[in-house]
């Protein structure tokens, strides 16, 4: 009889993990398949999303705080960014919605779960379904983060949520935002962002920060750089 002894796994830490990451990273950018990296960048992701829509669930006080843009991706410290910030990063602002389309089936979107009577009494199991499917109102407000495809909710928590457990919806941004003119400009570290402008400190999530370093390699890798 064979026996297979269980190999103890190794403790990593978020820098050991940046770096593994990476390894495989530069592999799959030589595909020059921009579908690669958008499907790897939700599968970091993906735990992030699904514990901002449970943990609520879990906890009868403190539910996770709501994921913002800027501010859960670069520093709580920084909760906008002015016109002289996007123009000094180079970052491309776009305001016209009926352009962008996010999928809440397929698309990466952090609504977080946080009110008992919205939880308890509202959106499970009533929308998204047959007989009432997600519709946009006035009431959801995104903001859409390009070049990894990801969204982050300003309003509409509940049945945003809702409309991604049950795979169906479609929303329109109010505010989109490309940084890919700007990867080149900041690098994270696996626990710091670095930069030369100091209101850039650390994410919430490192994910936040291997995905920058992600889309980062697979952009250079396909112009050259």
């Not at 960048?41 to 449970?54: E, G, K, S, T």
């Amino acid at each position: 009889m064979i026996s297979f002894k269980k190999k103890k796994r190794t403790t990593l830490t978020d820098k050991d993990k940046l770096n593994n990451l990476l390894h495989k990273t530069r592999i799959l950018s030589e595909t020059n398949d921009m579908n690669v990296m958008l499907d790897l960048i939700r599968m970091i992701l993906r735990p992030i999303q699904a514990n901002h829509i449970v943990d609520a669930y879990y906890h009868k006080n403190s539910p996770l705080e709501s994921l913002e843009f800027p501010s859960a991706m670069f520093s709580k410290d920084l909760n906008y960014l002015n016109e002289d910030m996007l123009r000094e990063l180079n970052i491309k602002k776009y305001l016209d919605p009926t352009n962008y389309q996010v999928h809440l089936a397929t698309d990466m979107i952090f609504p977080t779960s946080w009110s008992n009577a919205s939880m308890t009494r509202g959106v499970l199991g009533k929308i998204g379904h047959k007989e009432k499917p997600f519709i946009e109102s006035s009431n959801h407000d995104i903001t859409l983060i390009l070049p990894f495809n990801i969204s982050f909710v300003n309003n509409g928590n509940h049945s945003i949520a809702q409309g991604v457990i049950a795979g169906d919806g479609i929303l329109h941004p109010s505010l989109v935002y490309d940084f890919t003119e700007t990867l080149h400009l900041i690098e994270f570290n696996g626990e710091n962002w670095k930069s030369d402008y100091k209101y850039i400190k650390k994410p919430i999530y490192p994910e936040f920060g291997y995905i920058w370093e992600v889309a980062k390699l697979f952009y250079c890798t396909n112009n050259g750089q």
